[in-house]
Each structure stands twice: as C-alpha cells, then as structure tokens.
C-alpha cells in the first residue's frame, strides 16, 4: 500500500532538508563598513541566504542602530580600519553591551591584531561569498 499524505493547507510552506532559511530567518547581522560599495554586495548576499540585516557607515552609525534597533544583534561583522572608530573599537564597545556577541573582522589591511581584542574570527579582504558566509555559519554554530 503506497503511502499517503495530504497537500500542504494554505500558507504553509514545505521546506527540504538543506534549507537552512528557519535557521537563520532570526539571525541579525550588524553589517559595518565605510565602503558603500562593499556594504551593498555583502548585504545582498546575506539577505540573499536569509539573514537580516543592519548596515552602518561607521562606528558611531552601528552604535546608534544598535541601540534603537530594540534587539539582540546575532553578529557584528566589521571592517577593521574606519575612520573615526576602528572596528575593533566597535567591537569592544558592542561586546561590553552584549557579552554573547559574534565578532567577525574582515580587513584588507591592518597593524591590529583583531583577535587578541576579543574578536572571534577575522577575514582578509578580498574575499569569497561562500568563504565569508562558512565562517558566518562556524561562528553561529550553523555548520
């Protein structure tokens, strides 16, 4: 006898085993970068796999997002070198606020060294999209 079952009802949706979008339909990205160009295909890409996201131009910017956003930010995922404060500034500033914080560092250069000041994971630019997001899933234990 074969096996029967009933057609989804109205606004369900049936998801296969390698959608990852449940995982990370709750999963916010505190996205900082000076480079709008940068910020623009990064955040596309994350949006593109389901993450919600936060852009700011700067420190400061992340800061004020931060606060009036009203919610837990899942990752910061920072540029190292802005002008005004540093990412690794930032970083420290959002970690004394949220202990739990992810903190992943992508640079093309830098004379800091981001993970001895608390930061999880670091990225050098250029980078890959499944590079920059395998390191997204790690540091969210997605993997």
Do not use: W
């Not at 989804?8 to 049936?14: D, E, H, I, L, T």
């Not at 999963?27 to 936060?54: C, H, N, P, T």
């Not at 500034?89 to 060294?113: H, M, Y």
């Amino acid at each position: 006898m074969a096996a029967q079952f009933d057609a989804p009802k109205a606004g369900c949706r049936v998801l296969d085993s390698n959608n990852t979008e449940p995982k990370q339909k709750n999963v916010i990205i505190l996205l900082v970068d000076d480079e709008a160009s940068i910020r623009k295909v990064v955040s596309s890409m994350l949006l593109s796999k389901g993450y919600q996201v936060i852009e700011a131009s700067s420190g400061q910017e992340a800061l004020m997002k931060y606060d009036s956003s009203g919610e837990l930010i899942s990752l910061l995922l920072t540029d190292v070198q802005m002008s005004g404060m540093s990412g690794i500034e930032l970083a420290k500033l959002l970690l004394q606020r949220q202990p739990g914080l992810k903190v992943l560092c992508i640079s093309g250069f830098t004379n800091e060294d981001p993970l001895k000041a608390g930061v999880h994971d670091f990225l050098c630019k250029p980078f890959t999209s499944s590079r920059l997001l395998d390191k997204i899933r790690r540091l969210l234990g997605q993997e």
